[in-house]
């Protein structure tokens, strides 16, 4: 990709496979799903960037490690991991992701948000979109799904498949989170991968001055998760936290696994970095044609 | 009735709220972690030491509000209509409603024309909810200003209410002089020919179509029932005695919500043909709010072809019963 494709605003056809690869290989993909959430959100007039730039690289690295199965060609295969997104307003970051992996046509990104599409601003099951487990966007309700998705593979089905769901900070605040965890470790639910995006922001300001959630890692510790905290932003350490769920499975430890990422709010673009003001916000087209710019390097 | 101008009626909330606080030192807010988009944040600026960040706790706040209503407070927790009045539906139910706790929530962002966030956030099932709940009062203003009275009204009521409000701009018609009384509905234009009852933003789509239906000869009365609950039952009789045909029209399902109250009212004390303008049992989606709003048929055009519908079978005879094969699957 040359840079002129790379600081377009329009989408370009550039899938990524999905495989074990070396931390360095996650960099161009994170930096095509970032380039993609600017160009869809600056169409779209509204919708959040802060969230999806931020937990671009936790997205690269699940979707295209090798750590989550799937077939782009048909994500209703039965043998699929799964992925739920509890933090429903993040969609463009899962949109951009499925894109780039092939399993919907990439220009499609550009109707996020408008009349009739696939893209919802919020998931919407309704639109059948591939890729898409299930509709979300009440907060702190996409854990309790993908905790009853792990149930019925292990429980019931007895497969190995796996269910992986992200949760954004402040959205712990919401009391069901936690009876959603304490259940995954109840039933002893090592097939299942709780990712928590510690921005440390949201919409009304960091996390512990508009609530106090911390401290996580104890908490999910408490809770009967083996909890492990990396550093979102660093792919060496992002594979470190799914290896190790990998490992739990394998190994049959009987808890469910929570990688704590650390990251920055609109990481990736110099001007959004760590503000909670862009949690809900679109790029103007001139901010958009600055921010590409800005992942035009990489 | 003349258009004054255009804007959301959550600044209405927005500046009913710190009136009340400037009136009253009981008055205290909760805030839901969007207190910007719910204009709570204006009540936080002037007034920090009765502002509580509850964090994304819906549950939880409208439960710590009963809480502090017990206690002497005037409470009011405002968020996304979606999240302060079906995720707590409970918490309303019994530790407000069975409690009578003079608790006050602001059900913000509602309808379809909340817009591109799509169908999660649309909320348009609460009116049907809360209309049941015994004790509640339940509020659905038409434009800025009737907005604004009818926060300060709940504040200064005593009992749970509810306020619904929405986030796009919207005509206002209403001046500081037009009355406003909780459980009055307001005729705001006369007519016999058939009646147009409505709430919210379908108010001034509802004179809209009088004015395209006065053009025909024909003389609808226009109703705004801001107060969903309690309802005004001898305005709602009135109209189906005196017009014979009825049309209701409102920014929700067409199902158990203002189309509902009317229906109940109306088989019970004066039968009438009804037709029923609003979302029809369907889920919202994405897209512009205007866009959405002619999508889903939420517009004067609606509720003007609804008039000659209901017209026409009250002239029918029979009350306009329908043959069975015209029996739609929903109202
Ligand atoms: C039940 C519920 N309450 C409120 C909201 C509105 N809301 C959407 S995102 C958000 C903040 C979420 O914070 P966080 O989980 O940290 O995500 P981030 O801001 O970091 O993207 C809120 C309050 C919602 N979507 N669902
Ligand atoms: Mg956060």
């Known amino acids: 990709m040359d840079v002129t494709t790379k600081q377009s605003l329009e989408f370009n056809a550039t899938t990524f496979p999905n495989e074990r690869r070396s931390p360095e290989g996650f960099l161009p993909i994170a930096t095509e799903i970032r380039r993609d959430i600017i160009r869809m959100l600056v169409r779209a007039g509204s919708g959040h960037s802060g969230g999806p730039l931020g937990s671009a690289d936790i997205f690269?690295?699940?979707?295209?490690?090798?750590?989550?199965?799937?077939?782009?060609?048909?994500?209703?295969?039965?043998?699929?991991?799964?992925?739920?997104?509890?933090?429903?307003?993040?969609?463009?970051?899962?949109?951009?992701?499925?894109?780039?992996?092939?399993?919907?046509?990439?220009?499609?990104?550009?109707?996020?948000?408008?009349?009739?599409?696939?893209?919802?601003?919020?998931?919407?099951?309704?639109?059948?979109?591939?890729?898409?487990?299930?509709?979300?966007?009440?907060?702190g309700q996409g854990i309790s799904i993908a905790v009853g998705m792990a149930m019925a593979d292990k429980l019931l089905d007895k497969n190995d498949r796996r269910v992986f769901c992200l949760t954004g900070d402040g959205e712990l605040q919401e009391g069901s989170v936690w009876e959603a965890v304490m259940s995954a470790s109840h039933f002893k639910l090592d097939n299942f991968c709780w990712i928590i995006d510690n921005n440390d922001c949201q919409i009304d300001g960091r996390v512990p001055d508009v609530m106090n959630v911390y401290p996580i890692v104890e908490k999910a510790q408490s809770f009967g998760c083996d909890v492990i905290v990396v550093e979102g932003h660093d792919y060496a350490d992002l594979m470190r936290g799914f290896d190790r769920f990998l490992q739990n499975q394998a190994n049959g430890t009987g808890k469910p696994t929570c990688i704590v990422a650390k990251t920055y709010m609109g990481h990736g673009v110099s001007f959004m970095n760590d503000k909670f003001e862009w949690h809900g916000k679109p790029p103007s087209k001139d901010q958009a044609v600055a921010a590409l710019e800005e992942l035009s390097s990489i | 009735m003349e258009l004054l101008g255009q804007k959301p009626t959550r600044f209405g909330f927005g500046d009913g709220l710190v009136v009340l606080g400037e009136r009253h030192s009981n008055v205290v807010v909760l805030g839901g972690d969007i207190t910007g988009s719910v204009m709570t944040s204006l009540f936080k600026d002037k007034f920090p030491d009765r502002?509580?960040?509850?964090?994304?706790?819906?549950?939880?706040?409208?439960?710590?509000?009963?809480?502090?209503?017990?206690?002497?407070?005037?409470?009011?927790?405002?968020?996304?209509?979606?999240?302060?009045?079906?995720?707590?539906?409970?918490?309303?139910?019994?530790?407000?409603?069975?409690?009578?706790?003079?608790?006050?929530?602001?059900?913000?962002?509602?309808?379809?024309?909340?817009?591109?966030?799509?169908?999660?956030?649309?909320?348009?099932?609460?009116?049907?909810?809360?209309?049941?709940?015994?004790?509640?009062t339940m509020i659905v203003p038409a434009d800025y200003e009737e907005?604004?009275?009818?926060?300060?009204?709940?504040?200064?009521?005593?009992?749970?209410?509810?306020?619904?409000?929405?986030?796009?701009?919207?005509?206002?018609?209403?001046?500081?002089?037009?009355?406003?009384?909780?459980?009055?509905?307001?005729?705001?234009?006369?007519?016999?020919?058939?009646?147009?009852?409505?709430?919210?933003?379908?108010?001034?789509?509802?004179?809209?179509?009088?004015?395209?239906?006065?053009?025909?000869?024909?003389?609808?009365?226009?109703?705004?029932?801001?107060?969903?609950?309690?309802?005004?039952?001898?305005?709602?009789?009135?109209?189906?005695?005196?017009?014979?045909?009825?049309?209701?029209?409102?920014?929700?399902?067409?199902?158990?919500?203002?189309?509902?109250?009317?229906?109940?009212?109306?088989?019970?004390?004066?039968?009438?043909?009804?037709?029923?303008?609003?979302?029809?049992d369907s889920f919202g989606g994405s897209g512009e709010p205007e866009e959405l709003m002619v999508k889903f048929g939420l517009t004067w055009k609606e509720i003007y072809a609804s008039a000659l519908v209901a017209m026409e079978r009250r002239d029918k005879g029979s009350s306009g019963v329908r043959a069975i094969k015209d029996v739609p699957s929903y109202a």
Request: charge should be neutral; glycine fraction near 10%; include cysteine.
């Open chain 1, 60 to 139: 690269a690295v699940m979707y295209f490690g090798g750590y989550m199965r799937y077939r782009p060609e048909d994500m209703q295969w039965e043998g699929r991991d799964r992925f739920v997104l509890s933090a429903g307003h993040m969609a463009p970051v899962m949109y951009a992701s499925l894109a780039n992996a092939g399993c919907y046509p990439k220009e499609e990104q550009a109707t996020l948000r408008k009349y009739n599409t696939r893209l919802q601003g919020h998931p919407g099951r309704d639109m059948h979109l591939p890729g898409i487990e299930t509709s979300s966007g009440s907060l």
């Open chain 2, 51 to 136: 502002f509580f960040s509850i964090g994304i706790a819906e549950q939880n706040a409208t439960t710590i509000a009963a809480g502090l209503a017990l206690s002497g407070k005037i409470p009011f927790f405002a968020s996304y209509g979606a999240f302060c009045a079906l995720r707590n539906a409970d918490q309303l139910r019994i530790s407000v409603a069975y409690n009578e706790a003079n608790v006050k929530i602001g059900g913000g962002h509602a309808g379809i024309s909340v817009g591109p966030d799509g169908a999660t956030h649309q909320v348009l099932e609460e009116v049907a909810f809360l209309r049941t709940l015994p004790h509640m």
């Open chain 2, 147 to 280: 907005a604004k009275k009818a926060t300060i009204a709940m504040g200064e009521m005593v009992g749970p209410a509810y306020i619904r409000f929405g986030r796009s701009p919207v005509p206002m018609f209403t001046t500081p002089d037009t009355p406003f009384e909780l459980g009055k509905a307001n005729v705001i234009k006369d007519g016999n020919d058939v009646a147009l009852i409505a709430s919210g933003a379908l108010v001034w789509e509802a004179i809209l179509a009088s004015q395209e239906l006065a053009k025909k000869g024909i003389s609808a009365r226009v109703i705004n029932v801001h107060t969903i609950k309690p309802f005004d039952f001898a305005t709602v009789t009135a109209a189906a005695r005196e017009c014979g045909a009825i049309v209701t029209a409102e920014e929700h399902q067409v199902h158990a919500g203002l189309g509902g109250a009317v229906a109940e009212c109306t088989a019970k004390n004066a039968p009438v043909p009804i037709e029923f303008v609003g979302v029809k």
